[in-house]
């Protein structure tokens, strides 16, 4: 068994199968920038090397697979960096995770939201454990989801829920997921990473090679400019007061009171 430890993120390889651990707890897995680089990092490596057959991500703690990019971090952030934000973001994880030649399933062992939940969306296989809750928070603070969530959340469940889900900033539990096919399967906590094990063990039946080519022709058929879109205004709304009043509100632990009366 290989073992590599990042500063955030656990790394291991056990029977073939590579295990991410995202391991923030305290702020509940939060994806900052140094936690970005490193899950870019780790999940190349396990790409790469040829005895790692399945990746499995999941969320240190039983709180949280992750809950969302580190509002801390952005918060003060103006568009341009807004907008590279979002970028840089895709092209280090969200992006590059939904193209790994490796089978990836996001094990989402609590709250998944905002870069959560597009982390999980842009992993290949999701399974979640009855106590876990998913969501886009994003317009609560002022913001839109900008690691693929608008393009890839419709995609997987339809354009109906997912719109329903962007505009309420609501949560689902995981019954609900599987019923929307967000998830494709649901077990107690701690049966989680067995569960997770026994479908890639499932996985590595198969050919690698196929299933390689499989995952870049499912692929093919959404890459849609959308992306492009959701960069670009999710930098925009890093110029708003909104945007100032949502993370402001997030930090000092209130209701945030936007001004609804602005032009649109
Ligand atoms: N960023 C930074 N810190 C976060 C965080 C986040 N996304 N989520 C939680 N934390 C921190 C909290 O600030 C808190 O830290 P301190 O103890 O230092 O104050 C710690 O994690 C524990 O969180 P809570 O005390 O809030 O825990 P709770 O049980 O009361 O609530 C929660 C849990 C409902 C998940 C709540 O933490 C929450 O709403 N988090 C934010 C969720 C969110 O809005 N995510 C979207 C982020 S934006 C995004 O992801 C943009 C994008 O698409 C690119």
Do not use: W
């Not at 003060?76 to 994880?93: I, P, S, T, V």
């Not at 913001?143 to 693929?148: F, L, N, Q, T």
């Not at 093919?220 to 009043?245: C, H, I, P, R, V």
């Amino acid at each position: 068994m290989n073992t590599k430890a990042y500063k955030n993120v656990l790394v291991e390889i056990s029977n073939k199968i590579g295990f991410i651990t995202i391991n923030r707890p305290k702020q509940l897995n939060a994806l900052n920038k140094e936690t970005i680089e490193e899950l870019h990092e780790a999940f190349d490596g396990l790409n790469l090397d040829c005895n790692v057959r399945v990746i499995i991500v999941t969320g240190s703690g039983e709180k949280a697979f992750v809950a969302g990019a580190d509002i801390k971090e952005f918060m003060n952030f103006d568009e341009q960096q807004g907008r590279e934000l979002a970028a840089k973001g895709q092209e280090l994880l969200f992006d590059f995770v939904e193209n790994l030649t490796t089978p990836v399933i996001a094990a989402i062992n609590g709250f998944a939201l905002g870069g959560g939940l597009e982390l999980a969306l842009a992993s290949h296989i999701r399974i979640a454990s009855s106590n876990a809750k998913m969501g886009l928070p994003e317009v609560s603070l002022g913001v839109i989801p900008g690691y693929g969530g608008t393009q890839r959340l419709a995609q997987i469940i339809g354009k109906g829920r997912a719109m329903d889900m962007v505009l309420s900033a609501e949560m689902i539990d995981a019954e609900t997921a599987l019923q929307y096919g967000l998830v494709t399967q649901v077990c107690q906590q701690e049966d989680l990473i067995q569960t997770a094990v026994d479908k890639a063990r499932k996985l590595m039946r198969n050919s690698t090679q196929a299933q390689a080519f499989a995952i870049k022709a499912v692929n093919s058929g959404y890459q849609k400019n959308g992306f492009e879109t959701e960069k670009q205004l999710f930098g925009k709304a890093f110029t708003t007061q909104d945007f100032k009043e949502g993370t402001t509100a997030f930090v000092e632990r209130r209701k945030p009171n936007f001004n609804n009366t602005a032009i649109k």
